[in-house]
C-alpha cells in the first residue's frame, strides 16, 4: 500500500568495480630475413618449451612463416595435410579449422618440402588424424605459442650479443645491446608473437614483386585493404630499394635534362636474393630472356609502409586482437 514500507528487506546490488585491464596492446611485426634464420637456428638448439620440443618449433615456425597458416590452423595438420610427391607440392587445411571456414591448399616452396619430408620421417609412425604439431595440451588447453617465440628469439639475441663480445669487439657489442634485433617487441612497439610469422609470410610476398591480387589469395583475405595495409610491412631499406627504381636523375655540368630517362634495375638486393618489387610473373628483378628488363611491379601493389591499428594482448594464453576494423587471428 502507498506509504508503507515493504516487509521485505531491498537489498541493493553493490557498484561493478571497473574492469582491471592488466594487459597492453599494439602491433605486431614482420619478422626480417636475418633475425627469422637465427630464430629457427636458436629453437633447433634450444629445450622443449610448452611440451614442444626445439625441432618441431623450427619447422613449426617456418611452415607458419612460408604458409601463413595461423596457429589453430597449425595445430589441425596431420600427417596426411601433406602432399610432398605430386609434381605441385601443398599442405592443406580442413574448413572447420580455417578462420574463414573454407577449405584452402598451398602450394610449399621447394626447399620446405625437403625439409618437411625429412621432419615427418623423423617422427616415425604417426597415427592416422594425429596432429604433427602438439599444439593442445592431453585436456585441450591451448600451447602458449608466444611464449615459445620470446624464449627463442631472448636466446637467438644473447647468441648475436655473444658472438661480438667472444669477436672482443666491446664497441659492437654495445650497439647490439642497444638495437631492438631479435626482441619480442621492438622500439615501435611492435611484437613479434606467433601470429608475426603472418605478418612475415605476406610482407615477404610483398617484397619479392606479388601482386595484390595473388597476395590477397594467399593470405585468404576477403579485403585486399586489409593485406596491403595492415599485413605487409615495410621499413627504410624497402623505401630505399622501391627509390632505386627511379631513373637517375640528370648530371651536372652540361648534362642534358631532356635525356630519355630509363627505369633501371636495382642495384639494391633483399637478404633472400630478390629484389623488393621483382618483375611481373617473376618477382626477381632480372631482366627478361631478351635482355630487356621487363616492367617492374609498382609499389602500390601489395603493401604500404603504414601499420594499421592492430591490438593484440602480450599476456596470457596468446595475444588475440580486439576490435572488428582488422580481422586478425588470436594466434
Request: net charge positive; charged share 25%.
Amino acid at each position: 500500500p502507498a506509504g508503507r514500507e515493504s516487509a521485505l528487506p531491498i537489498t541493493l546490488a553493490a557498484p561493478r568495480p571497473p574492469r582491471s585491464i592488466s594487459r597492453t596492446v599494439s602491433h605486431r611485426r614482420a619478422i626480417s630475413i636475418d633475425e627469422f634464420g637465427r630464430l629457427v637456428k636458436a629453437a633447433e638448439c634450444g629445450r622443449v618449451v610448452e611440451s614442444v620440443a626445439g625441432a618441431d618449433r623450427a619447422v613449426l615456425y617456418i611452415l607458419a612463416a612460408w604458409t601463413g597458416y595461423r596457429r589453430a590452423e597449425m595445430a589441425s595438420l596431420t600427417a596426411e595435410s601433406f602432399d610432398l610427391d605430386s609434381p605441385l607440392p601443398s599442405v592443406r587445411i580442413l574448413a572447420g579449422y580455417a578462420k574463414n571456414r573454407r577449405a584452402d591448399t598451398v602450394p610449399l616452396h621447394s626447399m620446405l618440402v625437403e625439409r618437411l619430408r625429412g621432419w615427418l620421417a623423423g617422427k616415425g609412425d604417426v597415427e592416422p588424424g594425429e596432429p604433427v604439431f602438439a599444439l593442445r595440451s592431453p585436456s585441450g588447453h591451448w600451447r602458449k605459442t608466444f611464449k615459445m617465440m620470446q624464449r627463442d628469439l631472448a636466446a637467438a639475441r644473447a647468441t648475436w650479443i655473444g658472438e661480438a663480445m667472444e669477436a672482443g669487439d666491446a664497441e659492437e657489442a654495445a650497439r647490439r645491446e642497444a638495437s631492438d634485433f631479435l626482441t619480442y617487441q621492438n622500439e615501435d612497439g611492435l611484437f613479434a608473437d606467433f601470429h608475426a610469422n603472418r605478418h612475415t609470410f605476406i610482407s615477404n610476398l610483398g617484397k619479392a614483386g606479388v601482386p595484390l591480387a595473388m597476395g590477397q589469395k594467399l593470405a585468404r583475405h576477403h579485403d585486399p585493404k586489409l593485406t596491403s595495409n595492415v599485413y605487409t610491412h615495410l621499413d627504410l631499406r624497402d623505401k630505399l630499394a622501391a627509390i632505386e627504381l627511379l631513373p637517375a636523375p640528370p648530371e651536372a655540368n652540361g648534362s642534358n635534362g631532356s635525356a630519355e630517362q630509363t627505369f633501371p634495375q636495382p642495384s639494391h638486393s633483399f637478404p633472400h636474393g630478390q629484389s623488393l618489387l621483382g618483375t611481373v610473373g617473376h618477382g626477381t628483378g632480372k631482366a627478361g630472356s631478351n635482355g630487356n628488363s621487363t616492367q617492374p611491379v609498382k609499389i602500390e601493389r601489395l603493401g604500404t609502409p603504414r601499420h594499421a591499428k592492430s591490438q593484440v594482448e602480450t599476456s596470457g594464453l596468446e595475444p588475440p586482437t580486439f576490435g572488428m576494423q582488422i580481422r586478425c587471428s588470436p594466434s
